[in-house]
Nanobody, 124 residues
């Protein structure tokens, strides 16, 4: 069983910072891309940032220069450092990863996995 568990969400004042973490656990053979998404109340889930296995990041225009995504492959963990937070960043933040496992038939299988989300509120 593979699972992703996020942590680090909470309440922060505008202009403040939070660091989200997402740890993958279970019978993992490999992890490809690891992404952060967010879903604000009444809105669709949107991609915030991605990081490749090699560490190359990409960001949504709305967070460029303020958010930093990184990963520790040894710990199967991805991070999202969020600085200069704005009230519109309020959302539930979800971790996603494409994870490869070895099946009982000794076959490689890559599947999409999601965490349960961690809420972020930016308010004074």
């Amino acid at each position: 069983q593979v699972q992703l568990v996020e942590s680090g969400g909470g309440l922060v004042q505008p202009g403040g910072s939070l660091r989200l973490s997402c740890a993958a656990s279970g019978s993992i053979f490999s992890i490809n891309a690891m992404n952060w998404y967010r879903q604000a109340p009444g809105k669709q889930r949107e991609l915030v940032a991605t990081v490749t296995n090699g560490g190359s990041p990409n960001y949504a225009d709305s967070v460029k220069g303020r958010f930093t995504i990184s990963r520790d492959n040894a710990k199967n963990t991805v991070y999202l450092q969020m600085d200069s937070l704005k009230p519109e960043a309020k959302a539930v933040y979800y971790c996603y990863a494409k994870i490869g496992t070895i099946t009982e038939e000794d076959l490689y299988a890559a599947m999409d996995y999601w965490g349960n989300g961690t809420p972020v509120t930016v308010s004074s």
